[in-house]
T-cell receptor, first 115, second 110 residues
Framework: DAGVIQSPRHEVTEMGQEVTLRCKPI?????LFWYRQTMMRGLELLIY????????DSGMPEDRFSAKMPNASFSTLKIQPSEPRDSAVYFC?????????????FGSGTRLTVV | RKEVEQDPGPFNVPEGATVAFNCTYS??????FFWYRQDCRKEPKLLMSVYSSGNEDGRFTAQLNRASQYISLLIRDSKLSDSATYLC???????????FGTGTRLKVLA
């Protein structure tokens, strides 16, 4: 089992550019979560999917952020246009039957720096 | 009031010491509780679930106090390798959204 795979590991981009983060969940997991982590705010849930369907995107900061899950093995988080305050570590996590409290498996994260 | 609150620390303890962290949560309807561990510049990893009756995994003991709305993590015989940030995680119930605390940093000193 390769775990949750995120790419890229690091991304440095200029303000105003589009950024796309990618995630491959663990096969068979039916929940996928996108989190953002900063020193000040800790881990914040941005959006989560169940069976590829977005269920709750109330944590998405603003319209510049969008997320898709076209199939069970792939999800993207896009920021357009990016701003310096978007600099953070973005984690993707997947879970099997989250309601049963199975816990999450996180990817290694994407460290985003917007300059 | 934050939904999940933790003392950020750091807790600096010598090897072999016993250390305990608490985490308070605001939603009395919360149903699931976990402790995650996060090493520096790494992803969080599940350490253990927290059950109503309390549970133990080796040197680690987790407890839940629903009346006072807190969970605790006790680490006995601390090792250098226990140095990390410990995140308290709560499912408020009714959704699949887990709320993470900002973490308690532990440093075990030789």
């Amino acid at each position: 089992d390769a775990g949750v795979i995120q790419s890229p590991r690091h991304e440095v981009t200029e303000m105003g550019q589009e950024v796309t983060l990618r995630c491959k969940p663990i096969s068979g997991h039916d929940y996928l979560f996108w989190y953002r982590q900063t020193m000040m705010r800790g881990l914040e849930l941005l959006i989560y999917f169940n069976n590829n369907v977005p269920i709750d995107d109330s944590g998405m900061p603003e319209d510049r952020f969008s997320a898709k899950m076209p199939n069970a093995s792939f999800s993207t988080l896009k920021i357009q246009p990016s701003e310096p305050r978007d600099s953070a570590v973005y984690f993707c996590a997947s879970s099997l039957n989250a309601r049963e409290g199975g816990g999450y498996t996180f990817g290694s994260g994407t460290r985003l720096t917007v300059v | 009031r934050k939904e999940v609150e933790q003392d950020p620390g750091p807790f600096n303890v010598p090897e072999g010491a016993t250390v305990a962290f608490n985490c308070t949560y605001s939603n009395s309807a919360s149903q699931s509780f976990f402790w995650y561990r996060q090493d520096c510049r790494k992803e969080p990893k599940l350490l253990m679930s927290v059950y109503s009756s309390g549970n133990e995994d080796g040197r680690f003991t987790a407890q839940l106090n629903r009346a006072s709305q807190y969970i605790s993590l006790l680490i006995r015989d601390s090792k250098l390798s226990d140095s990390a940030t410990y995140l308290c995680v709560v499912n408020p119930g009714g959704t699949y959204k887990y709320i993470f605390g900002t973490g308690t940093r532990l440093k075990v000193l030789a």
